[in-house]
């Protein structure tokens, strides 16, 4: 997903997201230091990718131009499992819907300690691990043309902690 350049055009871009159902989850590293739930609320969601608090304090110093909120990775299964999927009865889809998550959880996994950095330093020339990441993980089982389509979004918030710094 491109990300404008406002953090809240990018927020109601992923409206399609629906904080009512149970097929959300915080994931991630990061997310025990700010208390996160484990399923994504809305309020929550907005916040942590507008870089603040979940009482709305900000995390960040004032950015001066663009602030990218974050990424959405999507990652979906042949599509052979989601039609298994659809047909299917509750007990095998609960056991596919499982595996699925436990892959994309393992991705998450391997990204946190190959890709989880930032820039520090003067101009922001030094590239440093950090911690890992604040994440949310939704769960769809159709594509926005409502076909059978198994995949999970894991959103990936631009937002991080180096051990031992603010």
Known sequence: ?????????????VSDFDFTEQKSWWVGKLCPLLNLKPNVIEKDFNNVFSGKNLKGVPLL????????PGRDITLSPPKSVSVVYALCSEALRERISWKNRQAALRTLCFLEEKAAQTCCGKGGKVLV??????????????????????HIHLVIANLTFVEGQK
């Not at 911690?131 to 076909?147: I, K, P, Q, V, Y």
């Open 1 to 13: 997903m491109n990300c404008p350049s406002k953090s809240n055009q990018w927020l109601s871009s």
């Open 61 to 68: 110093p004032k950015f001066h131009g663009r602030h990218n």
């Open 129 to 150: 691990k950090t911690m890992g990441f604040f994440a949310a993980m939704f769960e769809h089982c159709t594509s926005r043309a409502n076909d059978m389509q198994l």
